[in-house]
């Protein structure tokens, strides 16, 4: 994790741009790796409970037949420990060693900079005491980015934080690991000047003769030591990684092979969103691991060393927004994930902040309340054994993970209750020589509880839900027995990021589904159509690249783009599009989707074709149109889809294909993801290049663009 104030990646820079496209889904989504689109949760019709027992209407099936050792822990990182900021963990001490955390992580940005206070001896000697307080083993980041003093560190700065550990304080830290997300340091932003980056054209080679230099000077001050990282931000996808030629240039030198992760900003941050994010996060271990197989280091552990829903501030609230039972419930799964996965540790960021990120396990000091996330840690460090079994069963918008306890005499299970319904379940544990007594119990719409189903005698149960999270409450018991479904509603949010409701967009039929007749130019900007039906063109670009040019195609009937990304391509996007000018939204609702005749060269760019409505839209950027609730276009954005035109045309063979777009298949958008098409206002192209990548060159036509 970055800077908690000014933090250059992970905070919207882009709000001079023109409907610009934010960059970190965009390049997860383009890259196959973050499905951030919409999905349906199960939302039904409120009631009072009847006390009347009722039919269970879902089952889940624990296998105890066959077990494993579990393999992963929980962990948490030492943030905000700097006085500067306020401070936020002293005080924390018997909060978070409640939570069994079997890993300190004394790390990120603010340690590798030494910003925006030192982490000198004193400090160090601080966050020890932490981590012995709470019950946890230390892990200590040595710096790359600048030592106390604010010079460029070295190995030999890394070698006497070893020497001040093991040697003079005789602390015996057995985990190290060597700076914070390099994959960033080439735009991050430096220290004596913010606009820069921290590192200019940093490399995978550059951080393995670091760590190369760095390892033998730690090691030549104690070999026993393990080396934990390379803790990437997020290059470690096909098309973006640094994993791969990390590992091939100094994979020898990590005894555990971690990474971070957060899967979306704080305006795609939705319920739906956080929902279905354990299936794209079980297909992103798939992916890491594939990678880490293919280096030949398949048999080192694995593990995530920060994450979190986002990683930028929250300035307001959506259903799975950090501070939620949206959140509570990722985490929940995440976890669940993870130990499934035999990850060696997961480690939440982080321990204490204001409410203005609230990444946090708990809030600002002296109070420090505990955050839904803490009580998603709870019930695991309660409710979880050291034996894995397995769940053969559980109803749809269930996810349930289970474990023996330590003295293998009762069933622990964890269940995650994503629908805003209430649903009664039974549970039923197979594989033992004798079966226990099945257990019932009536989960809350939103929930998280823990099961306990000892061998011999009744079972037990305890719950977290908003209505806890609303009361200041904890994890509460759970009666048994199966009670009618009744609707928790969705979650109360002391922040939200509504549109104004009362807001409609005056909307408008066209008279014909086409968009670019009747092309002119006047300047730099082409019109198609006539009043007051006409479309006129924009182009934009990432920082660091020039926007594309777009002409009017022989004919007036469409428009021929050309972009090329110069290297080093960091930001990677480009495009053009077409904005309705009139003063109303199209109503597109009779239409499924944008079509249009493609022809010409992608070369090694990928396309992506979105159309912008009102919902995503600014008031400043479409004024008396746009509903957008935020002000800048970095967090209203348009709904897109990648689109793979023919090999033959993309190679520049010649001819031309007719593309279709449909409006279901556009997603990612924000606020909202997927797009209303009764409030269109633009049809926009979209190149990306591979970050860290040589850059790629496109040029091509977009003819008789239209609605179908």
Known sequence: MTKPVVDRRRTGMLGTLVRTIAICCRLLLFAGFADCSSQTLSHGDGGGADATPQPVTGTIVVSAASSRPRSTTWSVNYWNWMPSYGDDVKGTEAAIAALKPALLRVGGYNNDANSADPFDDAQFDRAVAYARAIGAEPLIQVPLLADINGSPPTAATAAAMVTYANVTKGYGIKYFSIGNEPDLYATQGSLSDPTQPAIPNYKPSDYCASVRSYVMAMKAVDATIKIVGPDLSWHYIVGNDWLTPILQGCGDLFDVVAIHRYPFNSKQATLDAASTDSTTFATFLTSVRSLVQATGYGGKPLAITEMNIVYDSTACQLGGSPGTIGSALWLADVLGISIDNDLWTSAVWDIGDNDLFAFGLAGTAPLHTPRPEYYAYQLYADHFGPTLVDVTQSPTNIRAYASRNQADNATDVIIVNWSSLSTPLALQVTGLATPPSPATYTVAGLSI?????????????????????????????????????????????TNGCSADASFVCPRVELPSPSITTMGTTSGSTLS????????????????????????????????????????????????????????????????????????GDLGDCILAVGANFSGDSTSTDAPNRGSCPFASDSNCYPPMAVVNPPTAFDAGAGGSATLKVPFASMGSGSPTTTIDSSTILTVQWQLNARSGGPGCSASFTVDNVAFY
């Open 528 to 599: 198609f159509g006539a009043a007051p039906y006409r479309w006129q063109s924009y182009t934009y670009g990432s920082n660091g690249q020039t926007a594309p040019t777009a002409t009017v195609t022989p004919g007036g009937n469409g428009i021929a783009i050309a972009g090329t990304f110069v290297p080093p391509v960091s930001q990677n996007w480009m495009g053009a599009g077409l904005d309705f000018n009139g003063s109303s939204c199209i109503d597109g609702s009779k239409y499924t989707g944008v079509k249009f005749d493609f022809s």
């Open 449 to 493: 509880s823990a099961v306990e189903i000892p061998d011999n005698g009744a079972a037990a149960a305890w719950t977290y839900s908003d209505e806890q999270h609303q009361a200041g409450q904890g994890p509460v018991p759970l009666a048994s027995g199966a009670t009618a479904a009744t609707d928790a509603g969705l979650p109360k949010l």
